[in-house]
């Protein structure tokens, strides 16, 4: 068993924009309803890189900030941990677009955007940090890969790591191949574990099947991102309710979450 302390949560998913508006529907204190997503402009950007990033550098960027504004953590000292299941396929569908004509001129802004951590050096450079910054990848467990590369960064540190975890939905025909329901991204900012401390995660790998969310409403949205894999786990902290949830893990692996508030 290892664990964490969960200091901080962020969120940008349809009908979830934000925690402080996500918090009541998860906690099932308000309804679920589904609005339609509005344009981002990362904060945290400058001008020559907000205009060079992708939608979906700016998805990680909307729940990432989430999550920092509403701690108030300095995002200079943050060790960062960033998690994709496909990274940006829009990038990569233009990139095969191109490829596949003649003659064969790939965007300049594409090539440089078409590396799987584009999201990390994007906000590496957008706040300011040389802490640490890794990305992993590990298809629909892609938000339990991140979650334990970010315990064990924190512990490694004795210090806060950011995690961020976001997935946007392919262009025809990459979605044939990879498809995805939504566009979404979630953010946590986890700290060293202190043994009966508010907010405490503990996690084994252990575990079958995966736990569906409380709310019915939501459970659609939990299996169409690998990101919102995490729904059932920030219903327990949105409520401010102790239990256990069962996350997808690699292959046959699921891990389980404790959550005490």
């Known amino acids: 068993?290892?664990?964490c302390l969960v200091k901080a949560v962020g969120i940008a998913a349809p009908g979830l924009a934000g925690w402080a508006a996500a918090r009541p529907v998860l906690a099932g204190e308000s309804p679920y309803a589904l609005v339609a997503d509005t344009a981002y402009a990362p904060a945290l950007l400058p001008p020559n890189e907000r205009r060079r990033a992708t939608n979906s550098v700016k998805l990680a960027f909307r729940a990432a900030e989430d999550a920092v504004t509403s701690s108030g953590a300095d995002a200079r000292q943050l060790a960062s941990v960033f998690s994709s299941s496909d990274a940006d396929m829009a990038v990569l569908h233009r990139i095969c677009e191109a490829l596949a004509q003649t003659p064969r001129v790939i965007s300049p802004t594409d090539f440089h955007n078409s590396v799987h951590n584009a999201a990390s050096g994007y906000w590496s450079i957008g706040v300011g940090s040389m802490a640490p910054t890794t990305t992993v990848s590990a298809y629909d467990a892609s938000f339990t890969a991140?979650?334990?590369?970010?315990?064990?960064l924190a512990r490694d540190r004795a210090a806060d790591v950011l995690l961020v975890v976001y997935d946007a939905t392919a262009p025809q025909l990459l979605a044939e191949k990879r498809p995805l329901a939504v566009t979404a991204g979630v953010a946590l900012i986890v700290a060293p574990d202190t043994p009966s401390a508010p907010g405490r995660l503990?996690?084994?790998?252990?575990?079958t099947g995966e736990s569906p969310c409380a709310n019915p409403a939501l459970e659609t949205l939990r299996g169409g991102n690998p990101a919102?894999?995490?729904l059932p786990l920030l219903e327990l902290i949105a409520a401010r309710r102790a239990?256990?949830?069962?996350l997808r893990g690699t292959g046959a692996l699921h891990v389980t979450l404790r959550y005490a508030p």
């Open 202 to 207: 503990a996690l084994e790998l252990d575990g």
């Open 146 to 152: 991140g979650l334990i590369e970010a315990i064990a």
């Open 243 to 246: 239990g256990t949830v069962t």
């Open 1 to 3: 068993m290892t664990a």
């Open 228 to 230: 919102l894999r995490a």
